[in-house]
C-alpha cells in the first residue's frame, strides 16, 4: 500500500466515526446527500485532499469553501465544523439552502438548514399541496403577531409569518430548527419543564436535552426504573453535591437518579430527586471527574467586567484596534470580511450564533466584540467617544461610549447580558436605534411626575 492511500483510508475511518450524515432536501425535491464533520476530522481532510480555499464560491453564511483533489468540496462552518459535499453539482444544488445553528437552550446544538422564501411563494406551496395547518402552532401575542405552520410531505416544516408588515416564509428541516427560531413553536412543542419530566418518567430518554436532568418525585421512581428497562450498576456515584445511584438501560443508556435516602439542602429526605441520562458510561466518568475539579476549585464571584478591567484598566480605548483585529481569529471568518457596516455586523452576528453555545470561549470575543461594535457606532453615527468610567462600589474600570450630550451610546451591562445570555444581534444589544434608552428617559419622566 502507498503512503498516500494509507491516509486516505486513515481519513475515512476518521469521518466514519465521527461523521453525521444529513439529506438535505431542495425546493425541486432534490436529495443532496452531505457529511458533518468536526474541526480535527476537517483539518485532517484538506491534508490529505490538498484543500484550497476558493472564495469565488464562498457560500454565504459560511466561514469558507474549500475545493478538494478529489472534486469534493468543503464548506467551513463558523464553529469550525465543516460539509463535505460529493461535487460541485451538489453544491450547485445548494444555493437556495441556508445552513443554520440550532439554538434551543435546553437541546443539543447541531447543524440544520432552512429555505427562506417570500410570503407569496410560501402560500403559493401550501395551495399547490393542499398542506392542512398544524392547529396546536399559534401565536401567542395574537394582537400583534400570527403565524402558520405546515408539514410537507417530506418531513420538512413549512414556517409562514402572516403578520402585517411582516410577511414571510421559509421552509426548514424539521420541527427543531423552526423552534429554534421561533419562540412560540419551541414553547407550544417542547412544553415546560414539568413536560419534559413526564416524557422522561414515562420512558422516553430525552436524549437530545442537555440541561441538569430531569426532576423526578420519590414516588414515580420505580416506574422510571421499569419504564426505562433499569438496571443498577454503581451507587454513590457524584455528579452534584448529592450523590446518586447509577443504572443502565436495555437499549444502552445510563440514567443516574439521587437516592433519596439522604437528606437535602434543607436536612431532610430528598423531596424531589434529579436523573441525569448519559449515552455511555464515558460520559457518566466524564461528568464525575467535571464535578471534582469544580469542587476542588476556590469559586468566587466577580463583576462580569473584572476580566476586562484587569487586563486594559484605563487603557482600553488604547487597545481598540487591536481587539478588532483578532476578531476575525475568534469567530472564525477571514479578515477582508470585517467591515464597519451592516454588511460586517451581520457577519459578526452569524459568526457568534455559531459560537456562542462555547460558553468558554465567550471571555475571549466578547472584548472584541465590544470594540468592533462600538467602533461601527462611531463609523455610522459620526459621534461617541471611549471613556473609562471606575464603578467605586466594586472597583472595577468600566469602558463607556459616550455621546456629545454626556449620555452612554448604550448601556454596558445590557450589552454584555444580553450577549453573554443569548446569542442576538449586537445592534439590538446595544440599543443601535436608541429605543432602549428613549423608553428608559420616558419611565424616568413619568417617575419623577
Request: proline share 2%; charged share 30%; with cysteine.
Amino acid at each position: 500500500m502507498t503512503r498516500h492511500f494509507l491516509a486516505i483510508l486513515l481519513t475515512h475511518l476518521v469521518l466514519t466515526a465521527t461523521s453525521q450524515k444529513m439529506t438535505v432536501i431542495t425546493l425541486d425535491n432534490s436529495k443532496i446527500e452531505i457529511i458533518i464533520i468536526s474541526d480535527s476530522a476537517k483539518h485532517k481532510l484538506l491534508q490529505d485532499f490538498d484543500g484550497k480555499q476558493d472564495n469565488t464560491i464562498r457560500k454565504q453564511w459560511t466561514a469558507r469553501t474549500y475545493r478538494l483533489s478529489d472534486d469534493r468540496l468543503l464548506i467551513e462552518f463558523y464553529d469550525r465544523q465543516a460539509a463535505i459535499i460529493n461535487n460541485a453539482i451538489d453544491f450547485d444544488k445548494l444555493k437556495e439552502i441556508r445552513f443554520i445553528k440550532t439554538y434551543i437552550d435546553f437541546l443539543k446544538k447541531n447543524i440544520s438548514y432552512k429555505i427562506e422564501l417570500n410570503y407569496d411563494k410560501g402560500k403559493e406551496i401550501v395551495k399547490q399541496f393542499n398542506l392542512k395547518q398544524i392547529d396546536k402552532f399559534k401565536s401567542e401575542l395574537l394582537d400583534f403577531t400570527s403565524i402558520e405552520v405546515y408539514e410537507l410531505i417530506n418531513g420538512q416544516i413549512l414556517f409562514i409569518n402572516t403578520t402585517n408588515n411582516s410577511k414571510s416564509a421559509a421552509i426548514y428541516e424539521n420541527i427543531k430548527a423552526l423552534a429554534s427560531e421561533c419562540n412560540d413553536v419551541q414553547n407550544q412543542f417542547y412544553g415546560d419543564l414539568e413536560t419534559s419530566s413526564e416524557k422522561f418518567i414515562n420512558g422516553d430518554p430525552l436524549l437530545d436535552y442537555e440541561n441538569d436532568g430531569q426532576w423526578v418525585y420519590p414516588k414515580d421512581e420505580k416506574k422510571v426504573i421499569q419504564n426505562h428497562k433499569l438496571k443498577l450498576v454503581e451507587s454513590k456515584v457524584f455528579v452534584e453535591t448529592f450523590y446518586g445511584n447509577l443504572y443502565k438501560s436495555e437499549n444502552g443508556y445510563y440514567v443516574l437518579i439521587n437516592e433519596v435516602n439522604q437528606k437535602n439542602g434543607g436536612g431532610n429526605k430528598m423531596g424531589i430527586l434529579t436523573a441525569r441520562v448519559y449515552e455511555s458510561l464515558d460520559q457518566v466518568r466524564e461528568a464525575q471527574t467535571k464535578y471534582k475539579k469544580r469542587k476542588n476549585e476556590d469559586v468566587k464571584s466577580e463583576h462580569f467586567y473584572q476580566k476586562i478591567s484587569d487586563k486594559y484598566g484605563k487603557d482600553f480605548p488604547l487597545f481598540t484596534k487591536q481587539l478588532i483585529d483578532t476578531l476575525p481569529l475568534i469567530l472564525n471568518f477571514d479578515k477582508e470580511q470585517l467591515t464597519f457596516d451592516s454588511i460586517g455586523m451581520a457577519i459578526v452576528d452569524e459568526a457568534i450564533h455559531w459560537n456562542h453555545s462555547n460558553y468558554a470561549l465567550f471571555d475571549n470575543w466578547y472584548p472584541s466584540v465590544l470594540a468592533y461594535y462600538g467602533q461601527c457606532y462611531m463609523t455610522e453615527k459620526k459621534e461617541g467617544n471611549w471613556v473609562v468610567k471606575k464603578d467605586k462600589e466594586y472597583n472595577v474600570l468600566i469602558p463607556h461610549l459616550v455621546l456629545s450630550d454626556g449620555e452612554d451610546a448604550f448601556d454596558m451591562r445590557d450589552f454584555y447580558k444580553d450577549l453573554y445570555e443569548w446569542p442576538i444581534s449586537i445592534k439590538w444589544a446595544g440599543d443601535w436605534d436608541g429605543h432602549r434608552r428613549q423608553m428608559r428617559k420616558h419611565f424616568e419622566t413619568q417617575n419623577s411626575r
